[in-house]
Nanobody, 113 residues
Framework: VELVESGGGLVQPGESLRLSCAASGFTFSRYAMSWYRQAPGKERELVALMTADGTMTDYADSVKGRFSISRDNAKNAVYLQMHSLKPEDTAVYYC???????WGPGTQVTVSA
């Protein structure tokens, strides 16, 4: 099993980023997919979740209206579109499969002026 995140980086407040996660080694279309994040000194938190069939999503209150999760089961990929980024969004973002069964190594997102 492998999950590889990409798309992180340094952006200014108010800007956008799109994270991608490439999955392999399991039947991607059967797994709910999530994005978690962990900021320095804070616990890991769920940011966004999408069911296996893509019909349902859920978001942390702090990102509702700004972030959007999507997936492409044909490409074994999941995405996190982030708009109106804030300094408090700074964290390592992780792609997660299933009930936190599989984790990627994470990608750093830094929002700073």
């Amino acid at each position: 099993v492998e999950l590889v995140e990409s798309g992180g980086g340094l952006v200014q407040p108010g800007e956008s980023l799109r994270l991608s996660c490439a999955a392999s080694g399991f039947t991607f279309s059967r797994y709910a997919m999530s994005w978690y994040r962990q900021a320095p000194g804070k616990e890991r938190e769920l940011v966004a979740l999408m069911t296996a069939d893509g019909t349902m999503t859920d978001y942390a209150d702090s990102v509702k209206g700004r972030f959007s999760i999507s997936r492409d089961n044909a490409k074994n990929a999941v995405y996190l579109q982030m708009h109106s980024l804030k300094p408090e969004d700074t964290a390592v973002y992780y792609c997660v499969a299933g009930l936190r069964e599989y984790w990627g190594p994470g990608t750093q997102v830094t929002v700073s002026a």
